[in-house]
């Protein structure tokens, strides 16, 4: 079992909230979404593993156990061209969980007009194969979203 923790404080809104459809229909993968903090923060790594996809605005982890990660910071944030966004790891990084992975803005985002809700998704899972999933209230960075069989 695989305990995925939050990558920053916030808010936690399910994925159904999030107001982008790929994410919100769980085409990418099951999981739930943070509306963050509107201040400068450091998103951290939600399970220990390998960094196997980065990009200022998005990021992979693998545990040990094969269970993917992503998360995805802000809403069509890719066409910011990373601007606003400092990675502080490199790809192919083994991490920790709780490490810093990105560091960003959600309100200079808000500001550039995208969305800094941020889905954290199961690549490759199952709904039914999630469990204590965290879809409303507060979260702190660190504190758990959901498990993963």
Avoid: Y
């Avoid at 507060?138 to 993963?148: A, I, K, M, N, T």
């Amino acid at each position: 079992m695989t305990t995925v923790t939050s990558p920053l404080a916030g808010r936690a809104i399910g994925l159904a909230a999030v107001p982008d459809p790929v994410f919100s229909g769980a085409m990418v993968g099951p999981g739930t979404a943070i509306d963050p903090a509107r201040e400068p923060s450091v998103a951290v790594s939600p399970v220990d593993g390998i960094v196997v996809s980065l990009h200022p605005h998005a990021f992979v982890v693998v545990d040990r156990q094969g269970h993917g990660v992503l998360t995805h910071l802000g809403i069509d944030t890719v066409q910011l061209n990373g601007e606003g966004f400092e990675l502080l790891v490199n790809k192919g990084d083994t991490v920790e969980r709780g490490q810093a992975m990105v560091r960003w803005d959600p309100a200079a985002v808000e500001t550039a007009g995208k969305s800094p809700v941020c889905p954290v998704v199961a690549l490759e899972a199952t709904a039914d194969s999630l469990s204590d999933v965290v879809e409303t209230g507060d979260v702190e960075s660190g504190g758990p979203l959901f498990s993963w069989q």
